[in-house]
Each structure stands twice: as structure tokens, then as C-alpha cells.
């Protein structure tokens, strides 16, 4: 690159001492010449670089950068929803937590009555349990009795009529009613003393 700067500038140091105050316009002409430049060829690629450069700017670049402008609002609005529908969502889960607690409470609840209404319920059924069981014995031993009753009965006349027969052997002969009623009456007496 130095090799190319070094004749570039000896050029141009003898065409600035070639050139006197008079000769300026000239010595820019033999030094646009010295480099082989020329105006119309100049100019013609001038016009010809704006002309690529407008078709460029209208046909290529404009309808990038609005494409690229499109997408740019595109993510934009993108990344806002995104940070909209986190909120929502942040909103929507905390909101799902207190219906959770809610919801776990209103079940704790139900389960303690549920509890409290079972343990009422088994205390009720064992107390009317117990009534039953001690009517139970009541009628139990009110039947024992009236058998025990009915059994004495049967045993007292069973001993009078013992009593008679035995009277009536022993004594040989045979006895009257009165007599007879008489014997029952005493043994009767005898047991219900004993």
C-alpha cells in the first residue's frame, strides 16, 4: 500500500510545483490527466453511481428497512403481549392459590363436621345400644322373676299335693276337702316361710 501512496504523492508534489498561482485550474486538469481520470468519464460515473444508488435506496434498502421496521413492531407488540399474558398468568396462579386455600379450608371444615357429626352419631347409636341392653335386662329379669314366681307357685302346689297324698298314706284314710285345704293351707305357710 505504500508502494502505491508513494507515486500517488511525487505526482502530486510535482504537479503542486509545476503549478504556479495562474496555472491552479490547469494543474488540477494534468493532474486529473497524470491519473488517467477524465471530466465526461467522471461525471458519467457519478450519474451513473446516483442512479444505482436511488434504484438501490427505492427497491432494495427502503422495503428492507420497512420489513425490518414491520418485524421490529411485530416483536415489539410480541414481547408486550408476552408481558400482558405474564401478568394474566401471574394474576390467574395467584388467584388459583387462594381458591386452593379456600378450597383446602371448605374441605377441612367439611371433614371436622363430617367428624363431629360421625361422633355424634356413634355416641347416639351406643347410648340408644345401652338403653336397649338395659331394657333388655329389665324384661330379662322381670321374666326370670315371673318364671321364678310361676315356678314357686307350681312347686307349692306340687309340696301341698305331696303334702296330701302323703297325709293320706300315712293317716290311711281318706281326707274331706276341708281337710284337705287345711293341709295345703299349712304347707303353703311352711313355704313361703322358708
Do not use: C
Not at 39 to 55: E, T, Y
Not at 157 to 174: F, S, Y
Amino acid at each position: 500500500m505504500l508502494s502505491v501512496l508513494l507515486p500517488l504523492a511525487e505526482a502530486t508534489g510535482r504537479a503542486v510545483e509545476a503549478a504556479a498561482p495562474g496555472e491552479a485550474a490547469g494543474g488540477v486538469t494534468k493532474l486529473l490527466s497524470d491519473f488517467g481520470i477524465s471530466w465526461p468519464f467522471f461525471l458519467a460515473q457519478v450519474i451513473n453511481f446516483s442512479i444505482v444508488a436511488f434504484l438501490l435506496w427505492r427497491f432494495a434498502f427502503k422495503p428492507v428497512l420497512a420489513n425490518i421496521e414491520t418485524r421490529q413492531k411485530t416483536i415489539d407488540s410480541g414481547l408486550k403481549y408476552a408481558a400482558e399474558m405474564k401478568a394474566k398468568l401471574d394474576a390467574t396462579q395467584a388467584e388459583t392459590m387462594q381458591v386452593l386455600q379456600k378450597a383446602h379450608a371448605e374441605a377441612a371444615k367439611i371433614v371436622e363436621d363430617v367428624r363431629k357429626t360421625a361422633k355424634e352419631y356413634t355416641d347416639r347409636e351406643h347410648q340408644i345400644a345401652a338403653e336397649r341392653a338395659s331394657d333388655l335386662l329389665v324384661k330379662a329379669q322381670q321374666a326370670i322373676e315371673l318364671e321364678h314366681k310361676k315356678m314357686l307357685e307350681e312347686t307349692r302346689g306340687e309340696i301341698a299335693r305331696l303334702v296330701v297324698a302323703t297325709t293320706q298314706r300315712v293317716l290311711a284314710k281318706e281326707l274331706s276337702d276341708f281337710e284337705r285345704a287345711r293341709f295345703n293351707e299349712a304347707a303353703s305357710r311352711e313355704i313361703n316361710v322358708v
